[in-house]
């Protein structure tokens, strides 16, 4: 199967209620796990899969979080360059529109995806130490495998602040949402770390003038969300 054919920009943009929305996001992860090939292709966001998992899989969080699973809002991603990156329609209200971001280290995520294609696994606390060029290749030593609780949430906290204030200075014209993923699948073992996560974020936050009226931080794993205090 090409990988290319499992998502179209028409059947992305297709408005979905959350159940729905839901359904068709683990239809298509299951899609993508059939095999190795497909499953490396979706990993490394290749093609129309850096929009599914960075767009649509946060939208599909934030209308978990926001709206019960039998709400009759639907939710139209919008797909390509553009203002805003969907369109959120509720049943008695006037639609509004989202932007939306995926808080990432983007250079060592390159690197990790390329050292999980090479090795077939690759640590997601550690600190991966790249050495030569893209002409000459790379070579990859991972340290510090573990690290402390601190260590872990400092990795995981950082983008997460850096693309709010990135986003929040800037005027989005009509939007009046905006959202942040991020992957925190291996973040949280105890409900305790979740909390502390969130008040790590909700301090960091503080003082910070944001132009949206609602700013939310999803977890794609559905264990993490928290809406932002906005002015």
Known sequence: MNPNNILSIADMEKPRTVSELDEWVHKIQDRFAKNKKLYNFARQKKGLAKQF??????????????????ALTKLAPVIGSQRFDAIVMEPYSPEYKVEITFAKDGY?????????????????????????????????????????????????????????????????????????????????SHDEDSAMFKSMILDSVKGVDCSF???????????????????
């Open 53 to 70: 998992y960075e767009e649509i899989w946060p939208l599909l969080r934030y209308a978990q979080a926001k709206y019960s699973t039998e």
């Open 108 to 188: 060592e995520e390159f690197h990790k995806m390329k050292l999980l294609e090479q090795d077939g696994h690759v640590s997601v606390y550690g600190d991966l130490e790249v050495t030569g060029t893209k002409n000459m290749g790379y070579s990859y030593s991972m340290k510090n495998e573990t690290g402390s609780l601190d260590e872990v949430f400092g990795k995981y906290h950082s983008p997460i602040i850096r693309a709010y204030k990135a986003k929040a200075i800037r005027k989005y014209e009509e939007v009046e949402t905006l959202i942040i993923g991020f992957d925190d699948h291996m973040l949280f």
């Open 213 to 231: 009226a609602n700013v939310w931080i999803v977890g794609m794993s559905g264990k993490f969300d928290v809406r932002l205090p906005t002015n």
